[in-house]
């Protein structure tokens, strides 16, 4: 488990991180989001031993990361995949790595096949694209079989296959008891990814959330040829519903299925049956719009 109990973080007078209270359960995915400013790099580097705390605790199984034995074999961690020797090949990285807590050689071997990189292992770190050292980095994280994992914007550089492997490989990780967390300002993956979130503005806690509690369930859009009763029909079966521009209705309350039903047996004509996912940007910006540090101003062009 990763937790925090308040957690404080002073640069002179800026306080970059303020009383952050939080927990991170094993077995789910959790996002970290928050604008930029918000203090989410602060406290990952809190959780990594990589900075000391002004006030308050950090720990990760109940204690401080540099009060850890063998840290690597139980946290794993991904901030900067640049942050590399050029000059070293990426299998005697990951060699130097394994040696520093007595990891066995032959993971290296294991986590460059599971990151995709086992044919580029000979070679060196300054020939390989951002999205092979983000790989590359994935694989340092996971080189100790750690049951904790933290990961700074792991779909960065990554392909549209590389994304599609890295959300999965993530959700893989927590369906086997480990504890997940990933900071990220792709809310579209994390919605996709994650199945709690912590959202921060300016070094506070603003949301401690699970993803369906935060963003609800969504709607469906309904469209019909005209004037009809269909409102007032699906009201009467239990369904919520609001009108929409150009003679449509967001129902919840009912599947399709169930709308489909309703509109065939009094004969009404359906033009448009549309699921609607719910959005988590549009959650993210109304919690944390009143808090944004750093607001750019409209173009006169994006205006009109």
């Known amino acids: 488990m990763i937790e925090t109990a308040g957690l404080t973080k002073t640069y002179g007078r800026r ?32 959780l990594l031993g990589l900075d000391a705390p002004t006030h308050g605790r950090a720990l990760i199984d109940g204690r401080p990361y540099r009060e850890l034995d063998h840290p690597l074999r139980q946290v794993g961690a991904l901030l900067d995949a640049n942050a590399v020797h050029v000059g070293r090949r990426a299998r005697d990285h990951l060699r130097w790595l394994a040696q520093t807590n007595d ?3 032959g993971r290296v071997t294991e986590v460059l096949r599971l990151t995709g990189l086992a044919e580029a292992g000979h070679r060196r770190v300054g020939g390989f694209s951002l999205g092979m050292k983000q790989r590359l980095g994935i694989a340092a994280a996971l080189l100790g079989d ?26 893989s990780l927590a369906a086997e008891g480990r504890t997940v967390l990933i900071s990220s300002h ?38 019909t040829a005209g004037d009809t009763p269909l409102a007032a ?18 129902v919840t309350g009912l599947d399709p299925g169930e709308i489909a039903a309703v509109a065939a047996t009094h004969g009404i004509a359906l033009i448009e049956l549309t699921p609607r996912a719910p959005s988590l940007e549009e959650v993210f910006r109304r919690i944390t719009d009143p808090e944004l540090q750093y607001r750019a101003e409209p173009h006169p062009e994006d205006a009109r």
């Open 233 to 250: 029909l699906l009201t009467a079966r239990g369904a919520t519903v609001s009108p929409q521009p150009g003679q449509a209705l967001a």
């Open 15 to 46: 306080r970059a991180v303020d009383r952050l209270t939080f927990r991170v359960q094993p077995g789910r995915v959790t996002g970290f989001l928050g604008p930029n400013g918000a203090g989410k790099s602060t406290t990952i580097r809190l």
């Open 103 to 105: 990891i066995p050689r």
């Open 186 to 223: 792709l809310m579209s993956e994390m919605q996709l990814t994650a199945d709690h979130l912590l959202i921060l503005a300016r070094g506070r806690l603003l949301s401690d959330s699970g993803m369906a509690e935060l963003v609800g369930t969504g709607d469906i859009l309904v469209r």
């Open 146 to 171: 750690p049951a904790v994992l933290i990961f700074d914007e792991p779909v960065n550089g990554l392909d549209p296959d590389g994304v599609h492997w890295i959300r999965g490989l993530i959700r």
